[in-house]
């Protein structure tokens, strides 16, 4: 399988070719930097992202807390992540990095506030 | 009318007025103020919910309330004071007072030995870009409906379309998909993307939200709440080309479409202004043409990086805070900064040559992308510094470093050319 990968590392934006499959990857063409061929290979096999948005609170002043994943979470995770989130109200006070929702979908990964309320 | 003393006082509680406080704090002004009209101070950050601040400051990568936040504990523990809820309505420069009202004292006179202006910009609307059609519900730049769904629990629409491919614009097109909403189209009049790659990729690539370059928005449509919008291809001229026009049923749209410096105290103050940024004119220490008064942030030109803003604040900072204790260093000279060739404009417009040797830093943006450009700076025949770039590009912002001590004449030039 072949797929072109925007490289996001730097401002540059290479289109960068990765051929593989799975997690067997055969070559990596397009890239002008290592930097680039590590994230084209990452995002090839196994593409994460940070999950960033909101959850309700209890307080009437402040009706929502920011919050996000501690880590990246797998991509294709990430809308079942927002409907377990959507769900879950939190109990004031609140501060940064409070854990919100421990190990979401069992990614190991814990969602956690990033303000106070 | 209640009355404040303090030796720095900042007008405004975003990245630029806390950076400025904490600089002016640790050079060691006594009472800093910060008056701000939001509930809290954080600025425009606390909507900011998604990553991507600090790569450059803090060395990691964090969400705006993050980013705010250590700035703001640091605030509070070095013993900054703030006013809130407070809407300041004139700067004036003559007394050294800033007048403000807010619903607890009233109208308030805050007497100061420097000013910092810290406001920030605006967002472009509707009315700067003048779309045609109804004037339905259901329009909305993209900063206020970050601001309703991210801080006040609003969803604003179902059916969304975006005109404007900055980075607000992407980031509010994934936000709206993580909500529930469905975003049909981001439309953007240049045949370029306005924000960064990563937001492409990562905003719109993510969730098949599809990008129209060199198309724009004809007409909006619906009476009470909007139904649709009409869009276009534009030819070279930016003029829609009537035959490619296509209708998207929609019940929201979002704009996207640039920020404006909010210069309003600014320019009754009497303060100079640089008509390229909209923005006062500064020197190296971030102070305006009247001298006890400093900006820093993106009321004196909008920042790509909030990085970037606090790091150009804490000069503001820490100079206000010298020029309110009477350490500010005397000027023997003073040079004014050149675009040359390449350059949009540069920040900070002139120096202050004191006796002392400094290193200055200035601040521009280039006119056109470039590849394999070198940076110089000229004083006279002399080049006095240069610094090589695999590539430069509009959207961002380049800087060059030099000794005052250097500048042979009574103005720099800066320009950006191609390697031969």
Known sequence: MKKEIICTVCPMGCHILVEGEGENIISVTGNTCKRGEVYASAEFCHPVRILTTTVKTDCEKTPLVAVRSEKPLPKEKIMDCMEVIRKVEVKTPVSMYDVVVENICGTGTNIVATGNV | ?420
Do not use: W
Not at chain 2, 264 to 280: D, F, S, V
Not at chain 2, 337 to 343: C, P, R, W
């Open chain 2, 1 to 420: 009318m209640y009355n404040f003393e303090c030796d720095v006082a900042i007008v405004g509680g975003g990245p630029a007025g806390l950076s400025a406080a904490v600089a002016a704090k640790k050079e060691g002004a006594k009472k800093v103020l910060i008056i701000e009209r939001d509930e809290s101070i954080g600025g425009i950050l606390q909507q900011c919910i998604h990553p991507g601040f600090g790569l450059s400051y803090f060395k990691e990568e964090l969400t705006g309330p993050e980013y705010a936040g250590r700035f703001a504990k640091e605030a509070v523990e070095l013993g900054v004071e703030f006013l809130l809820n407070s809407m300041v309505l004139e700067v004036n420069e003559n007394e050294n007072t800033v007048i403000c009202v807010n619903s607890e004292h009233g109208m308030t006179e805050v007497k100061a030995k420097s000013i910092i202006l810290a406001m920030g910009c605006r967002e472009r609307t509707r009315a700067n870009i003048m779309i045609p059609g109804a004037r339905p519900a259901g329009v909305y730049t993209a900063g206020s409906a970050q601001r309703l769904v991210n801080r006040q629990n609003q969803m604003v629409g179902k059916k969304v379309v975006i005109l404007g491919s900055g980075d607000i614009g992407m980031i509010m097109a994934r936000r709206m998909t993580l909500e529930g909403a469905e975003v049909l189209a981001v439309i953007e009049l240049m045949d370029y993307l306005a924000g960064l790659t990563r937001n492409k990729v990562q905003c719109l690539d993510d969730f098949g939200i599809p990008l129209y370059l060199s198309h724009t928005i004809t007409k909006i449509d619906g009476y009470q709440r909007v139904k649709g919008v009409y869009f276009a291809q534009v030819d070279e001229n930016k003029k829609p080309i009537k035959e490619t026009e296509k209708y998207i049923e929609c019940d929201t749209l979002l704009l996207s479409v640039g920020l404006l410096p909010e210069n309003e105290l600014t320019r009754k103050a009497g303060i100079e202004m640089n008509p390229i940024t909209n923005g006062p004119k500064v020197n190296q220490y971030m102070q305006t043409s009247a001298e006890s008064v400093f900006a820093c942030g993106n009321v004196v030109h909008v920042n790509d990086l909030v990085d970037n803003v606090s790091t150009e604040s804490m000069k503001a900072g820490k100079f206000a805070a010298q020029y309110a204790m009477g350490t500010l260093p005397m000027a023997t000279k003073k040079v004014e900064n050149v675009s040359g060739e390449n350059v949009r404009y540069l920040c900070p417009h002139s120096l202050s040559v004191a006796e002392e040797n400094e290193k200055v830093t200035l601040y521009f943006r280039v006119l056109h992308p470039e590849l394999n450009a070198t940076i110089r700076v000229k004083s006279g025949d002399e080049i006095i510094a240069t610094k090589k770039r695999q590539r430069v590009n509009p959207g961002e912002m380049e800087n060059i470093t030099f000794d005052t001590s250097l500048v042979k004449d009574n103005n720099v030039v800066v320009e950006v050319v191609k390697e031969a």
